[in-house]
């Protein structure tokens, strides 16, 4: 089966800029989850969906930071304006089954640089 | 604070060595989980433990967890070059049925042939 894959794998853009990552899941998978590594800390979760509708969000950090995943397919992370504390890997992942034992297959991640 | 810390944060060892990864976290936790990022890529899991568990085993690794020490500890076993990479533990500390996991900071393994 295809894994997630995430695009693009990096990118650089400047501070106040837009950037927009997608996500796609492994098909089937209805959970999908976004999480992101700032450098030198842990990897963070920013939010869950299952299929199209937002199971969890606490995790994002302000509302610079928008997730769609319209139709219940691929998703979106958009950021918007981009700022320099934003720069970091930001990971895809999805599950199969709802519930906590449920392995997460991850993408290789966008690797976002904000200059 | 971060729930998941490992310890060490870097490890060095020959092939054929066993290797040993520890965790500890602060809350009370549904399972903890181990998985491997090799250098750009995806993290891929590697192994569950419950919280009513205190030891599992899968091929060369061996998880233990300890509530009572909010503590786990990874161990690989005749390591190999294949194995360098970093390795993270999550626990799901959630109260829904989520799968929402707390990753720790990680530990990177060389292994030198």
């Known amino acids: 089966e295809a894994g997630v894959t995430q695009f693009p794998s990096h990118s650089v853009i400047e501070k106040g800029q837009t950037v927009t990552l997608r996500c796609d899941p492994i098909s089937g998978h209805d959970n999908l989850y976004w999480y992101r590594r700032v450098m030198g800390k842990e990897i963070k979760f920013l939010l869950h969906?299952?299929?199209?509708?937002?199971?969890?969000e606490s995790g994002m950090p302000n509302n610079r930071f928008l997730a769609e995943r319209t139709g219940g397919t691929y998703s979106t992370l958009k950021v918007q304006p981009a700022e320099l504390e934003d720069s970091g890997v930001y990971f895809c992942?999805?599950?199969?089954?709802?519930?906590?034992?449920?392995?997460?297959?991850f993408g290789n991640g966008t690797r976002l640089t904000v200059t | 604070s971060q729930q998941g810390e490992e310890d060490p944060q870097a490890l060095s060892i020959q092939e054929g060595e066993n290797a040993t990864m520890n965790c500890s976290y602060k809350t009370s936790i549904n399972n903890l989980q181990w998985y491997r990022q090799n250098s750009g890529r995806g993290l891929v899991h590697l192994i569950l433990i419950r919280s009513n568990e205190r030891e599992k085993h899968s091929g060369r690794l061996r998880v233990t967890l300890d509530t009572s020490k909010k503590s786990s500890s990874l161990l690989i076993t005749a390591s190999r070059a294949a194995d360098t990479a970093s390795y993270f533990c999550?626990?799901?500390?959630?109260?829904?049925?989520?799968?929402?996991?707390?990753f720790g900071q990680g530990t990177t393994l060389q292994v030198k042939p």
């Open positions: 999550a626990t799901d500390a959630s109260s829904g049925n989520t799968g929402k996991l707390i």
């Open positions: 969906f299952v299929k199209e509708s937002k199971q969890d």
């Open positions: 992942a999805s599950s199969q089954d709802y519930g906590r034992e449920s392995p997460l297959h």
